[in-house]
Structures are given as C-alpha cells and as structure tokens.
C-alpha cells in the first residue's frame, strides 16, 4: 500500500476568530479556582509546558539531538577540504562503462545492512561514498571494523550527521550523486524507552533533511530507503502485504518509520522526487547487529549465560521472518536498478514521479525457540532458557511477510533459509571475535531484539 496521503493544499489560511478573552479567561478562572487542588494542577500544568518549551529551545539552540540522544551536542560546521573532496571523487568514480551504471550515496554505511550494500555496489562497479555518524547504540569497535573493510575495497566512508545540511549538499555536488540508499536510521524497539528523542532526530529530523537537499539538487537523485515491518504493528493479518493497514504502531520506532513513509508521499507529491521504500524482516548474518536476538544469544551461549526467551499471550512462541543479509541486498540492488528518475527540477516538479514500496522478508517465520535450537547446533552447545512473558515494550509476537509485489516487479526471490544463513554467521562469529575469548560486546542495559 502506498504511503497515506496527505493533504495537497498548503496555501489555505484558517479563519481568525475574534474572542473576548477578558471574558473568557474570567469564565476559566472562576472554574479553576474552586478548590486547592485545581489551583495545584494548574501549577502542575504551566511548569510542564514551560520545562517543554525550555528542552525544545535549548535543542533548537544547541542544533538539536544527536543519535547518541545528548540534549546540547550541535553539528559542528562543515568545511571541506581538498583532500576530503578528491577522496570523495575517487570513491564515486565507477569502474564499469555501461550505460545505467551509478554514483551511490549510502548513508548508514558502516551500519550492518549499508555495508553489505556498499560493497555489493562497489564490486559489481558502481561509484559509492559512504556517510556515517558512528553513534553508540551499540559498539563502535564493530562499526569501526566494517569501516576498515569498507575501505579496503574503496569506499570512503564520510563521518557526519545526517542533519548536516552542508555536508549534503557538499556530497552531492563533489560526488555527482545518481541515487540514495538511505539506511542511516535510529534502530531498535525496545531503546524507544529509553532514549525517544534520538528517534526523532534520525528517522524524522534526518529523512527530512535528505529529501530538502535531494529536492534541491539538479538533477534530481532517486533515492531507496529503509523503512521496516515494524510499521505492520498491531495488524493480525498474516502474511503482511503492502497494502494492509499500518496505522497500529506498537513502538515509538514503528511510528517513525511509518511517519517517514508519510513524508516520502509528501516529496514524492510536491518535489518530483522517486522514492522506494522497502521493509525490511529482521535482518541477520555476518556483521551484524549486536542487540539482536540471534546476535546476543551466540554471545550468551558461549559464555555460559542464560539467554530469555519471551512468549507471548498464551504462552505462544514468538516467530519472525527471519531473512538473510545477502538476500535483503538483492533486494535492495534491485530497487536500485528499478528506480526511475525523478522528475523534479532546481526544486520544482514537472511530472509525476515514481513512488513505491516493498516487503522485503525471507516468508517463511521461524519460532524463536527453533532459532535457538539451531544456534546450539552449530555453536555444538546447549544453552540455558529462560521462558520469561513478553513485556510490553513495542515488540509484536509474529511477523510474516508477503513479497508477492516485490517478487514481480523486483525480480526478488530470498533463497537462504535460517539454517544455512545461521551457520554462516556463527563462522564469521567465531572468527571476528575468537573461539573461547571473554569477549564483551557493549549493550549497556539494552535487552536483545528478536
């Protein structure tokens, strides 16, 4: 289902109402001075808009939230140099001659799913630069890795915010950018608790910032974009299509993704831009994330650590749609390759663009017990269960989906089932990190996500 849309006229201005506001603050008054504890609610409720509206200047102010989720911290001035500038062309030069080849900016690009992309990308010739903030939500040291694998096969990656409009838009101009693969994202369910506003500032603040730069640009880039299952939700329909209704979000991670398909509606509508989003099924493999379930559970296994495994209501399994990282990068490669050009011009639109979205999922759940029955398989040791219900966190108990759209029009057909692909990523595991090395991966107090 397309985004939602939303509404077309931005030029109408409401009616001005006269009021008598002497009378009807005297009519209000009257009301809220009847007892004590009215007059304390009323207290109560000015400090709370005063502290909001104190935080929302203090983040304007400073350039507001970083990733890391630290009120105060601004995006420092970008100024490019000559070095950085010939290292950015470098990156985007493509090494191959045909006719539809491409000059990639990858944002997210040290992530675990922009990695993948980028060297995909890169071997097969196409030009790539990088963008990364590297923030902590989970060890930098493994992002830093896949940095240095990056650029060992000639990817510069750039370390800057996303928010950072002129580092952008110096992007665009040196590199001569064809297309956009937006992974850059603030991920994770259950961090929404904890750390909401770093949300907002990446998955809102920050689509909006590529698109208001991506719209400017002449010509015009197409841009693919990680949206998620999460925007599912609450749905009970299974499989999940594109076209059933995503307007449940059960986490604040869920309604930013959701939130960020309404937006690319909106630019697609007023700007000419073409916009694909995909949603991604819990993605796994080689360098990936460590907050996820399968990732979390190998470390604990090793260690002799008991591992929770969450039910849901009625003690049922939890199941996903567990899909391989090589498989979610065909896909990806392939909306690359679909992707029509924009039809906007120095801002302006001149045609209807293209504007779609896919699910992309392995669809075929696997319950979280049976991932954990194969991980002891090929980790050759059992683990210790803890059968705990699932709180409520944002998480949802199942998720399936139906890739019937992106089969046809994508050509995309996952083939690695969560056996074959587990076994992979419990060799590069082993490897990355050693056989019998007290590693530490850095989740502070962060749980897993399935």
């Given at each position: 289902?397309?985004?939602?849309?939303?509404?077309?006229?931005y030029?109408?201005?409401?009616?001005?109402?006269?009021?008598?506001?002497?009378?009807?603050?005297?009519?209000?008054?009257?009301?809220?001075?009847?007892?004590?504890?009215?007059?304390?609610?009323?207290?109560?409720?000015?400090?709370?808009?005063?502290?909001?509206?104190?935080?929302?200047?203090?983040?304007?102010?400073?350039?507001?939230?970083?990733?890391?989720?630290?009120?105060?911290?601004?995006v420092?001035?970008?100024?490019?140099?000559?070095?950085w500038?010939?290292?950015?062309?470098?990156?985007?030069?493509?090494?191959?001659?045909?006719?539809?080849?491409?000059?990639?900016?990858?944002?997210?690009?040290?992530?675990?799913v922009?990695?993948?992309?980028s060297?995909?990308?890169?071997k097969?010739g196409?030009?790539?630069?990088g963008?990364?903030?590297f923030?902590?939500?989970?060890?930098t040291?493994?992002?830093?890795?896949?940095?240095?694998?990056?650029?060992?096969h000639?990817?510069?990656?750039?370390?800057?915010?996303?928010?950072?409009?002129?580092?952008?838009?110096?992007?665009?101009?040196?590199?001569?950018?064809?297309?956009?693969?937006?992974?850059?994202?603030?991920?994770?369910?259950?961090?929404?608790?904890?750390?909401?506003?770093?949300?907002?500032?990446?998955?809102?603040?920050?689509?909006?910032?590529?698109?208001?730069v991506?719209?400017?640009?002449?010509?015009?880039?197409?841009?693919?974009?990680?949206?998620?299952?999460?925007?599912?939700?609450?749905?009970?329909?299974?499989?999940?299509?594109?076209?059933?209704?995503?307007?449940?979000p059960?986490?604040?991670?869920?309604?930013?993704?959701?939130?960020?398909?309404?937006?690319?509606?909106?630019?697609?509508?007023?700007?000419?831009?073409?916009?694909?989003?995909?949603r991604?099924?819990?993605?796994?493999?080689?360098?990936?994330?460590?907050?996820?379930?399968?990732?979390?559970?190998?470390?604990?296994?090793?260690?002799?650590?008991?591992?929770?495994?969450?039910?849901?209501?009625?003690?049922?399994?939890?199941?996903?749609?567990?899909t391989?990282?090589?498989?979610?990068?065909?896909?990806?490669?392939?909306?690359?390759d679909?992707?029509?050009?924009?039809?906007g011009?120095?801002?302006k639109?001149?045609?209807?663009?293209?504007?779609?979205?896919?699910?992309?999922?392995?669809?075929?759940?696997?319950?979280?017990?049976?991932?954990?029955?194969?991980?002891?398989?090929h980790?050759?040791?059992?683990?210790?269960?803890?059968?705990?219900?699932?709180?409520?966190?944002g998480?949802?108990?199942?998720?399936?989906?139906?890739?019937?759209?992106?089969?046809?029009?994508?050509?995309?057909h996952?083939?690695?089932n969560?056996?074959?692909?587990?076994?992979?990523?419990?060799?590069?595991?082993?490897?990355?990190?050693?056989?019998g090395?007290?590693?530490?991966?850095?989740?502070?107090?962060?749980?897993?996500?399935?």
């Amino acid at each position: 289902m397309p985004p939602s849309t939303m509404q077309d006229s931005y030029t109408s201005t409401p009616r001005k109402m006269k009021i008598d506001r002497s009378n009807y603050f005297g009519r209000v008054a009257s009301r809220w001075h009847t007892t004590a504890s009215a007059r304390l609610l009323a207290c109560s409720a000015v400090l709370l808009i005063l502290t909001l509206f104190v935080m929302y200047r203090i983040s304007s102010i400073s350039g507001g939230i970083v990733e890391g989720g630290i009120i105060g911290r601004s995006v420092a001035a970008f100024k490019p140099t000559h070095e950085w500038e010939l290292k950015v062309r470098q990156s985007c030069v493509p090494k191959r001659l045909e006719e539809d080849v491409m000059v990639v900016l990858v944002t997210g690009a040290a992530g675990f799913v922009g990695t993948h992309v980028s060297l995909s990308l890169k071997k097969r010739g196409d030009g790539v630069v990088g963008l990364d903030n590297f923030n902590d939500y989970y060890e930098t040291s493994l992002k830093r890795a896949r940095l240095d694998l990056l650029e060992k096969h000639g990817v510069f990656v750039v370390e800057g915010d996303i928010n950072d409009e002129t580092l952008l838009m110096s992007l665009f101009e040196v590199g001569q950018i064809t297309h956009v693969m937006h992974l850059a994202a603030q991920a994770g369910v259950r961090y929404a608790v904890q750390n909401p506003r770093s949300y907002v500032h990446s998955n809102i603040a920050g689509l909006v910032n590529l698109f208001e730069v991506c719209k400017a640009a002449n010509p015009q880039p197409a841009i693919v974009w990680a949206s998620s299952s999460s925007v599912y939700g609450l749905n009970n329909k299974v499989p999940f299509s594109e076209s059933d209704r995503t307007d449940q979000p059960a986490s604040l991670y869920a309604a930013t993704k959701k939130a960020g398909e309404g937006i690319a509606h909106t630019y697609n509508h007023i700007y000419g831009l073409s916009i694909t989003g995909l949603r991604f099924f819990t993605v796994y493999g080689p360098w990936g994330r460590p907050d996820m379930a399968y990732f979390s559970f190998t470390q604990d296994i090793l260690r002799g650590k008991a591992i929770n495994i969450y039910t849901g209501s009625g003690g049922k399994d939890l199941a996903r749609d567990f899909t391989y990282i090589d498989d979610i990068v065909k896909g990806c490669m392939r909306a690359l390759d679909t992707a029509e050009k924009s039809t906007g011009s120095g801002g302006k639109k001149t045609g209807p663009a293209q504007l779609r979205v896919f699910n992309l999922g392995n669809t075929s759940p696997v319950t979280v017990p049976i991932l954990v029955d194969i991980l002891e398989k090929h980790l050759k040791q059992k683990a210790i269960r803890n059968i705990v219900k699932m709180p409520r966190n944002g998480d949802v108990p199942f998720t399936h989906a139906n890739t019937s759209s992106a089969q046809s029009q994508l050509n995309y057909h996952p083939t690695t089932n969560l056996d074959t692909g587990l076994r992979k990523f419990v060799k590069w595991y082993l490897s990355y990190y050693g056989v019998g090395t007290d590693h530490r991966l850095w989740l502070g107090d962060r749980e897993q996500i399935v």
